[in-house]
């Protein structure tokens, strides 16, 4: 998609733990802490290849493979600022209705199909009505 719209589109990511996956929220933490180390896209990436078996050794190993200082991660996780991250995505999910993840949306839309091809046409329509408003 933003090979597509590379000056269009922008890729927001937010956080939405389900509480029925035990690691979720500690996920969550790791992922907005490595962003202080300039690594989120990476750990969040390699957090979802691990997903069916995350736990705390993973998450250490992953920080490790990404060259983090796992101490200031760690620390990080449970910063006041994370946790209002966390806390500020939460309840945007639960009020746009998100329900499970991934979720994708488009202006705020939900996407009822993440295939490239309805993806791309939710973002043409979008940027019709956008220069309709101009």
């Known amino acids: 998609m933003l090979e597509q719209f590379p000056e269009e589109v ?6 939405f733990p389900l509480k029925s996956q035990r690691f979720s ?5 790791a992922s907005l802490a490595a962003a202080e180390q300039g690594k989120f896209r ?5 957090l ?16 490790e493979e990404l060259a ?15 946790r209002n991250i966390l806390i500020r995505d939460l309840n945007e999910g639960r009020r746009i209705g998100i329900r499970g993840i991934p979720a994708v949306l488009v202006n705020g ?10 993806l791309a046409a939710m973002v043409e329509e979008e ?6 408003r101009r």
């Open 10 to 15: 922008k890729v927001v990511f937010k956080n």
């Open 42 to 46: 990476e750990f969040h990436d390699r």
């Open 127 to 132: 940027l019709r009505a956008a220069e309709h």
């Open 109 to 118: 839309k939900m996407a009822e199909s993440r295939s490239f091809e309805d």
């Open 25 to 29: 929220l500690k996920a969550a933490q």
């Open 68 to 82: 983090l200082d796992f101490e200031k991660l760690s620390q990080d996780m449970n910063s006041t600022a994370i």
């Open 48 to 63: 979802f290849e691990n997903h069916a078996r995350l736990n705390d050794a993973v998450i250490k190993q992953i920080s």
